[in-house]
Each structure stands twice: as structure tokens, then as C-alpha cells.
Nanobody, 129 residues
Framework: QVQLVESGGGSVQAGGSLTLSCQAS????????MAWFRQAPGKEREAVAS???????AHADAVSGRFSVSRDAPKNIVYLQMNSLKPEDTAMYYC???????????????????????WGQGTQVTVSS
């Protein structure tokens, strides 16, 4: 089992930037498929970005070109660099580690995938206009 701890959330004005970090420990650490999800009040949790064991990345259309996922494998850390933030990016952001490490990045965006991941506790991102 993988344990995940997110950090880096906070409040920022529209157009600003934040970098979220996710420290993984136990199991396969951050070496398998890792993903960032978010959940805004009253909305379902949605995949934002993912990176698989091959280093292939995938990003949601809503964040493409603004967010970037990366990994520091030796340190078992996954990052989400968020630029040009918008008020609609306001949400709780969750780091997730696939239970099957060979999951491909794009699969994190599938339907009903929550049960296929280990989850962190989340970090709040608030973007004001």
C-alpha cells in the first residue's frame, strides 16, 4: 500500500501559479502511475493530470497548456505545476497512486476509476478573481 501526502496548496489570485507536491511512501512509491484529481464543491472528482511508469503524461483539456505533471523518481515525489490559474480551478486537489503500477497515464481519466487508486488527504487550492 502506498501512503501519499500532498502539500503546496493555498490561495492565489487569478493568473498566479502554484506547485503542488505529493510525497509517496511504501509499496511502489511514486514509480507507478500517479495522478492528480480535484473536486470542487458540489461537483464530482475529476482527473487533472497523470504520469505513468514510462513517463508518459496526460492532462485534462481544461488545464492543458497551463498545468504540468512531473516526477522526481529517486525522491518519490510527484509535482503538479499550475500556471495561469483561474477561479474555476478552485478545488481540493488529491494525489493518487494507481494500485496497479503499470496503469497507463490516459487510463486515469477513465470512468469510475477511484477504486483503482490509493489517495492522499488532499490540499486546497483557492483562486480569487
Amino acid at each position: 500500500q502506498v501512503q501519499l501526502v500532498e502539500s503546496g496548496g493555498g490561495s492565489v489570485q487569478a493568473g498566479g501559479s502554484l506547485t503542488l507536491s505529493c510525497q509517496a511512501s511504501g509499496g511502489t512509491g511514486a514509480r507507478g502511475c500517479m495522478a492528480w484529481f480535484r473536486q470542487a464543491p458540489g461537483k464530482e472528482r475529476e482527473a487533472v493530470a497523470s504520469i505513468d511508469s514510462y513517463g508518459t503524461t496526460a492532462h485534462a483539456d481544461a488545464v492543458s497548456g497551463r498545468f504540468s505533471v512531473s516526477r522526481d523518481a529517486p525522491k518519490n515525489i510527484v509535482y503538479l505545476q499550475m500556471n495561469s490559474l483561474k477561479p474555476e480551478d478552485t478545488a481540493m486537489y488529491y494525489c493518487a497512486a494507481a494500485k496497479t503500477w503499470y496503469m497507463e497515464a490516459i487510463q486515469a481519466f477513465g470512468v469510475n476509476m477511484e477504486g483503482h487508486f490509493y489517495w492522499g488527504q488532499g490540499t486546497q487550492v483557492t483562486v480569487s478573481s
